[in-house]
C-alpha cells in the first residue's frame, strides 16, 4: 500500500504542503488505521518531507525533515504544545510530565531532572547487573531443557524490576507478572479508540471503563507501596525528589494526586520503551553474525569476562553503535504529536495556527536523504565521524530540546549493560516460523507478535567469569529487516504489517 493519491495542492495555495486528499469528512484516517506506520512512511516517499492530511476533523502535518524538527523541538518549541492528539495518555497518567505543558510542567520537571543526571544515573549500574544476573540465572535452567523464552515479556520484566529498584528503592519484583497484563490493558484503552463502546452514553459501564479502574486501582497501590517503603527506609533518589517537591507559587508540597500521577508517568514511559529497544536490538544481533563477532571481540577486550560497572560502560564503543542503529531502525517512541499555538512555516510551507504536528522518529530515520540503504542495520553509521556528518536531527529517538526524554541516559545505559550481560551468557536465536511485525498505532513500536527464541548457553561465559569468550558461534538468523523474509513481513520494507 501506498499513500498515493493526487498531491492536493492548488496554485490558489501554493505554500500549502503536499498530501493526500483523503476521503470526505474521514480524510486519510481510514489509510492511518489500516497500518499507521506503512502509511506515514509512504506519504514521506510520495510527498517529501513536509504532508499536510487530514484525519477526521485535524488538519495535521507530518515533518520529517532535520531543520523543521529543530524548528518544531528547539529553536520555536514554545509555539508547539502537546495538544490533542497527546490527550489520551491523560485517560491513564492523568497530569504528568509526558502530559502536561506550560509552568507547571517546567516546576516538576525542574523538581525531578537531579535523579536523572549522567552521575546521578551511573549508580544505578549494580541494580541493572544484579536485574539482570537473576534472569540470566533462569535462564541457564530454560536453556538447559532447551525450553524457549518469550523475549518481549522477559524484558519487560527485567526493565521494570530495574527501574523499580533504581528510582524508588522499591522491589516490585513479585506484582511484576500482573503487571504485565495491567501494561497490554494501558496500551489498548490509550490506543483503540472509535469502537462501538465509545458511543454509548457515558454513565453505561463499559469493558474500556473496566479496565481504566482497574489500571487506576493496581497502580494506586504501587503509590501507596512505594510511598510506604519510603517512609520507612528514606531511600530512592527519585521518590525522594518526589516526596520534597513544592509547588514553587504556594510552596506547598506536591498533591497526593500529582506525586500519583508523575511516579505511574516514570513507570509507563520508562520500562516499556526500554524494554521494547531491548527486543529489537537483540534480535538485530542475532540476525547479523557480523556485528555478533565485532560484538564479542569488544565486550571480550573491554570487560575480558568481568561485568560491566560505572567506570567501563563508556568504553564499550561498538555496543553504543550498535544500540544507537538499532533506535534508528526501531525507534521505540516512533510518533508523538505537537499543536502549533500560532501560525509558522516549516520546510517552506505554512502551517496554521490549531494545526496538529506529526513527528516520526521512525519515518525520519528512514528518510533517504539522510540514510544510504536505510533498510540496512549498519550500526558504523555511528562512527564519531558518521555523526558530525549528517544533520543533528536526522535523528531523535529520544525527542529534543526542552521536552527530551528525562531518562534517555538512564535507557542508553540499561541498554548498553544488559545487551552486554545477555551477550556475554548466551546467544540468542529465533524459533523458525516465528515473525515480526509492527504498525499499530500503539504506544510504542512493540512487535506485534510474542518472540520467541531459544537459548544456547555460552560455555566458560558465567556472570563475572573471567574466562575469555569462545568465539562467536553461527547464528540461524530466520528474521531481520535485510533478510528476505522480513522484506515480506515488516511495514518499513512495504509488507503487510498491523
Ligand atoms: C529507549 C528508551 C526510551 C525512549 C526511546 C524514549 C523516548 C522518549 C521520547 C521520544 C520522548 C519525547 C516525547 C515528546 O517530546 O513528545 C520521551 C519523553 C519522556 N520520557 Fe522517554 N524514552 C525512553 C526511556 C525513558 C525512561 C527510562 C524514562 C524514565 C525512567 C523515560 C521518561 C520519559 C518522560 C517522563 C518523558 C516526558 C519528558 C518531558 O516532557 O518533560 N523515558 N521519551
Known amino acids: 500500500m501506498t499513500a498515493t493519491t493526487a498531491p492536493a495542492t492548488t496554485p490558489r495555495d501554493a505554500a500549502r504542503a503536499p498530501g493526500p486528499k483523503g476521503v470526505p469528512l474521514l480524510g486519510s484516517l481510514g489509510s492511518w488505521r489500516r497500518n499507521t506506520a506503512e502509511f506515514l512512511l509512504g506519504l514521506q516517499r510520495d510527498y517529501g518531507e513536509t504532508v499536510r492530511m487530514r484525519l477526521g476533523p485535524m488538519t495535521v502535518h507530518q515533518v520529517t525533515g532535520p531543520d523543521a524538527v529543530q524548528q518544531v523541538l528547539v529553536k520555536n518549541n514554545g509555539n508547539y504544545v502537546r495538544g490533542p492528539l497527546y490527550e489520551q495518555f491523560s485517560v491513564v497518567m492523568g497530569k504528568g510530565l509526558l502530559t502536561s505543558d506550560g509552568d507547571y510542567w517546567r516546576s516538576h520537571r525542574r523538581a525531578v531532572q537531579p535523579a536523572f543526571q549522567k552521575n546521578t544515573i551511573l549508580d544505578i549500574v549494580p541494580n541493572i547487573v544484579t536485574a539482570t544476573n537473576e534472569m540470566l540465572d533462569e535462564w541457564e535452567a530454560k536453556a538447559a ?194 499543536a502549533a499555538v500560532e501560525a509558522d512555516s516549516l520546510g517552506g510551507y505554512d502551517i496554521e495556527a490549531g494545526s496538529s504536528i506529526l513527528l516520526s522518529p521512525l519515518v ?64 540468542l536465536s529465533m524459533i523458525p516460523g516465528h515473525s515480526l511485525q509492527y504498525g499499530s498505532p500503539v504506544i510504542s513500536l512493540r512487535p506485534l507478535q510474542d518472540v520467541m527464541v531459544r537459548l544456547t548457553a555460552r560455555e566458560g561465559r558465567g556472570a563475572g567469569s573471567r574466562t575469555a569468550p569462545a568465539p562467536a558461534p553461527t547464528v540461524t538468523a530466520t528474521v531481520g529487516h535485510d533478510t528476505a523474509e522480513a522484506a515480506q513481513k515488516c511495514p518499513v520494507t512495504g509488507g503487510s504489517g498491523g
Not at 507559587?249 to 506536591?254: C, I, L, S, Y
Not at 530540546?401 to 551468557?425: F, K
Request: aromatic share 8%; hydrophobic share 40%; glycine share 4%.
Open 145 to 338: 531443557r532447551d525450553e524457549p523464552v518469550d523475549l518481549m515479556t522477559e524484558m519487560l520484566r527485567l526493565t521494570l524490576i530495574t527501574l523499580s529498584r533504581s528510582l524508588f528503592a522499591y522491589d516490585i519484583k513479585p506484582s511484576s507478572k500482573v503487571l504485565k497484563h495491567i501494561v497490554d490493558d494501558v496500551v489498548e484503552v490509550m490506543f483503540r479508540r472509535g469502537t462501538p463502546s465509545e458511543m454509548l452514553p457515558s454513565w453505561l459501564p463499559t469493558d474500556r471503563k473496566h479496565k481504566i479502574a482497574r489500571i487506576h486501582r493496581v497502580f494506586d497501590k504501587i503509590v501507596a507501596d512505594v510511598r510506604e517503603n519510603y517512609g520507612r527506609t528514606g531511600e530512592g533518589s527519585l521518590i525522594s525528589l518526589m516526596e520534597q517537591a513544592e509547588d514553587p507559587v504556594t510552596g506547598e508540597p506536591w498533591t497526593d494526586q500529582e506525586l500519583r500521577d508523575e511516579l505511574l508517568t516514570i513507570y509507563l514511559a520508562g520500562h516499556e520503551t526500554t524494554a521494547v529497544s531491548l527486543c529489537w536490538t537483540l534480535l538485530s544481533i542475532a540476525n547479523h553474525p557480523p556485528v555478533q563477532e565485532e560484538l564479542d571481540a569488544e565486550i571480550a577486550q573491554v570487560l575480558g569476562g568481568g561485568l560491566p560497572d560505572r567506570q567501563n560502560t563508556d568504553a564499550l564503543t561498538y555496543t553504543r553503535m550498535v544500540v544507537d542503529e538499532s533506535l534508528r531502525m526501531h525507534p521505540p517512541i516512533w510518533i508523538f504529536p505537537r
Open 364 to 427: 525520519s530515520h528512514h528518510n533517504p536523504l539522510h540514510w544510504d540503504n536505510p533498510l540496512a542495520f549498519d550500526p558504523n553509521r555511528f562512527t564519531e565521524q558518521a555523526v558530525k556528518e549528517r544533520p543533528r536531527m536526522a535523528y531523535f529517538p529520544f525527542g529534543a530540546g526542552p521536552r527530551q526524554c528525562i531518562g534517555n541516559t538512564m535507557a542508553l545505559l540499561e541498554l548498553r549493560t544488559i545487551v552486554t550481560m545477555i551477550n556475554q551468557r548466551f546467544k
